[in-house]
């Protein structure tokens, strides 16, 4: 397979991610196990090369992306692929799902389908990527190329998506790069199609929109690392109270600093620096 072109801006995100969860699965304690993640690495062409293995880093885990902020992203993915296991709702939606393989690395129950929401371009490169190294799911998987900004509920109900029955939603790594009236029209769109019993995993940043968040040293290295400067593709608007939306909608709501999950886990970031990881909140929630 020839390379495969992957946007500039958040898409470059996306291979990051992928980058992390490559490099996780490679540690010998790894949280994750994703042995597609390096392809996606190796196949993508954004002009600057990531690292699959920790020990391709010069700086090791003292790497501010590919050390620090690499440790959260695999925690991270590793807390909401538990929240999907133990949901074990018969349907799952992953919003803004970028390089994600939850449906064919995760052991879920065949009945199970899965829906993954995310750009074309972004999804385009994902199907080639897994279609090239023979990947198949064992859980029927439909990608739906629809901006999150767009009607995506729309295209979620004619993919078969059935409101009456309970959903898990991830929407990992999304709601920081939404604008606030986005990120408040998904989450009710979350609730309007959610059945009793349905689930919801999210990722804030309160204090995002500062100075001092989007200036500090932990980002300055990311342009180079994956060419982009991480802060400048957040919203740098100030936050909604989503927590509040979903409790007023009908939702049971737990969010948790990150610091708690290191300590769950016994890895992830180190908790006793003081950076922006530590305004990072994960939120899970219920609908009654």
Known sequence: MSDVGLAAGVSTTALMIA??????????DGLVQDRYAEHFVRHARIGVAMPTRIEDVEEGDAHPVWGRLGAYCGLRTRVFDDVVRASATPQVVLLGAGLDT???RLDLPAATRVFEVDRADVLSFKTAVLDAVGARARVRCDRLA????????????TAG????????????????????????????????????????????????ESAGFRDHE????TGEAIGSHLPSLL???ARPDSAAALRAAGWEVTERPVADYTAR?????DRAI???IRLARWGFARKI
């Open 274 to 276: 003081d950076d922006p």
């Open 265 to 269: 886990y016994g890895r992830g970031p």
């Open 19 to 28: 980058a992390t969860r490559a490099i996780e699965t490679h540690r010998p």
């Open 161 to 208: 998506f059935a409101a009456d029955r309970p959903t898990t939603w991830i929407a990992e790594g999304v709601l920081p790069y939404l604008s606030p009236q986005v990120e408040e029209r998904v989450l009710a769109l979350v609730d309007r199609l959610s059945a009793p019993g349905s689930r919801l995993g999210y990722e804030v940043v309160p204090g995002q």
């Open 235 to 237: 919203d740098a608007h």
């Open 102 to 104: 939850r449906a064919l």
């Open 218 to 221: 932990l980002y300055a290295g």
């Open 146 to 157: 629809v901006d999150l900004a767009e009607d995506w509920a729309g295209a979620l109900l």
